[in-house]
């Protein structure tokens, strides 16, 4: 096993740079919330960054990454590091272990969604250990790990039913359990500080060029692809998103960054397998269709606050399909659809639908657990107050 310092110096570098997207997170979330909760929804974050990285050293990583059992978990082969060394085919095994941990943080981060402005913090931190351990670290095994998604070949460059579409639709379910914020569809709850979501949305931007170009785990032509294909994707969904919003009424800000996310979300599954001229149409489509899943989400007045679902969940559930249809051998290997291949869209079909259905259930009972035992809510007086005095014993103000 020989490493590439250039490989390394890479992947180092891509790591530092999606760990750089949990707080980003944090601060796109916390521009959407009422000023009494900013604290409290970049805080989740930071904290979901903490837990996860105990987590993934201490066992999360074995679950994702050892020896498969049954097809849907890994062994305890890793438990505590054993064995992940500073040897490695190309990277260090111990890089590989720091890069796949930062994609875990941030998932964990984006699930806060569906809990803002009303969930306690000590129920937020069993909640988030039992969801990395029991949904994260079991999709991780499936697409990455050597487990039946991967073995199926279904294809998840850097993350769309690990990352997204887990986070969405657990965010979903999530808000389904704690309930709709006092005063939902009676007061206004509108985002009041676009200038921290628009600085948020930035890192993620930026962060996400190594969470899909890292995904090649090696500085090379793939890397570039990802890169290229990450940018004009997003391009392609603030311009439809925005585009969508202005039909209605204002171009917002919050759109236009909003829809940069979404075609960011798209195209984290296909981004080593497409052209950036297929990246264009994913990115400039999963704009449209994240916009409009936030409307029925408004329509049907359910609050889950900050649109992981509509974003995360229904844009990774997008890319998901787009890779199985836009996929391009000359690129990843592997033709899709539009190249004649319907096997790989079925196979994509079957996982994303997999992953739905798996993420939303099993975050549903892990949520009815931790209610029934500690409680998932504050009071309504906490909620009065808001999370950052209640929580944290901080204000924003002075």
């Given amino acids: 096993m020989v490493l590439d310092t250039g490989d390394t110096a890479f992947i180092i570098i891509c790591t530092a740079m999606v760990m750089l997207m949990t707080p980003g997170v944090g601060l796109f979330y916390g ?50 590091l054993a064995g992940v060394g500073l040897e490695g085919e190309g990277i260090p095994d111990m890089l590989f272990m720091a890069f796949q941990l930062v ?3 941030i998932t964990l981060a984006i699930l806060t969604s569906g809990i803002a402005e009303r969930v306690k913090l000590s129920s937020f931190i069993v909640l988030g250990l039992l969801w990395t351990t029991l949904v994260y670290d079991p999709l991780a095994h499936w697409a990455w790990g050597g487990g039946w998604a991967g073995e199926l070949g279904a294809l998840d460059f850097a993350g769309g039913t690990v990352v997204h ?35 948020g949305g ?28 990450t940018n004009v994707s997003a391009a392609a969904g603030a311009i439809t998103w925005m585009a969508a919003s202005w039909i209605k009424g204002k171009p917002s800000s919050l759109g236009l960054i909003s829809g940069a996310v979404a075609g ?25 269709l994240c916009y409009g899943a936030l409307l029925f989400r408004v329509r049907r007045g359910l609050d889950e606050s900050l649109d992981a679902w509509a974003v995360h969940g229904m844009g990774g559930l997008w890319g998901a399909l787009a890779t199985g249809i836009f996929a391009s051998a000359a690129i990843g290997g592997v033709d899709g659809l ?23 259930i099993m975050t549903f009972i892990l949520a009815k657990l931790v209610d029934k035992v500690m409680g998932l809510r504050v009071t309504e007086e906490e909620e009065y107050v808001g999370l950052d005095i209640s929580q944290h014993g901080e204000s924003t103000t002075a």
């Avoid at 805080?43 to 049954?70: C, E, H, K, P, R």
């Avoid at 890292?214 to 500085?219: F, R, W, Y």
């Avoid at 539009?338 to 939303?360: C, M, P, R, W």
């Fill in 31 to 80: 521009g959407m919330v009422r000023s009494k909760n900013i604290i409290s929804m970049i805080a989740m974050a930071f904290i979901a960054f903490a837990i996860v990285s105990i987590q993934w050293v201490t066992i999360g990583y074995s679950l994702s990454f050892g020896t498969d059992i049954s097809g849907f978990i890994g062994g305890l082969d890793y438990v505590g």
């Fill in 264 to 288: 960011l979300v798209a195209i984290t599954p296909a981004s080593g397998f497409v052209s950036p001229m297929s990246a264009i149409v994913i990115g400039g489509f999963a704009g449209l």
């Fill in 338 to 360: 539009i190249y004649g291949n319907t096997h790989q869209f079925l196979v994509q079909l079957i996982d994303a639908s997999a992953a739905i259905l798996y993420a939303f």
């Fill in 103 to 105: 994609f875990a943080g």
């Fill in 202 to 229: 930035s890192l993620l931007w930026f962060g996400w060029f190594g969470f899909n170009a890292g995904s090649a785990l090696a500085a090379n032509g793939l890397a570039v692809n990802a890169l290229v294909v």
């Fill in 165 to 199: 579409i887990s986070s969405g639709f657990g965010a979903l379910a999530l808000a389904l359990v704690i309930g709709k914020r006092s005063g939902f569809g009676k007061y206004s709850m509108e985002a009041e500080n676009i200038t921290t979501t628009l600085l």
